[in-house]
């Protein structure tokens, strides 16, 4: 079956840290750009972070840059995301998806044609 898992959400408390895995069932990442989306409430979709197939090029969005690290483990088929400083504003549901496109503006990121989308994952960021 091919999917995404995400997994790795919670409870963090502001200043806190969380780390975000995305694994895939049924296919090989290393063919995709994978990146992170977030729905924050009251917003729209946004796209956080991206890395690129060879992990050699990462992309965040402007609110993130300096809190949060994407990486990817080949071997184990996953893409991270490590969340640092978080902020009761970085509060919502994750995404991993497949074949990323960032853009300068996160609302303005998007997946391709061929891409695919996890179920999504809470973080809540809260005292």
């Known amino acids: 079956q091919v999917q995404l898992v995400e997994s790795g959400g919670g409870l963090v408390q502001p200043g806190g840290s969380a780390r975000l895995s995305c694994a895939a069932t049924g296919f090989s990442l290393d063919y995709y750009d994978v990146g992170w989306f977030r729905r924050v409430p009251g917003k729209e979709r946004e796209g956080v972070a991206c890395?690129?197939?060879?992990?050699?090029?990462?992309t965040y969005e402007n609110s993130v840059k300096g809190r949060f690290t994407i990486s990817r483990d080949k071997a184990k088929n996953t893409v991270y995301l490590q969340m640092t400083s978080l902020r009761p504003e970085d509060t919502g549901v994750y995404y991993c998806a497949t074949d990323v496109v960032p853009s300068p503006k996160g609302v303005d990121w998007y997946v391709g044609a061929v891409g695919s989308w996890g179920q999504g994952i809470h973080v809540n960021v809260s005292s």
């Open positions: 890395v690129s197939t060879d992990g050699g090029t990462t």
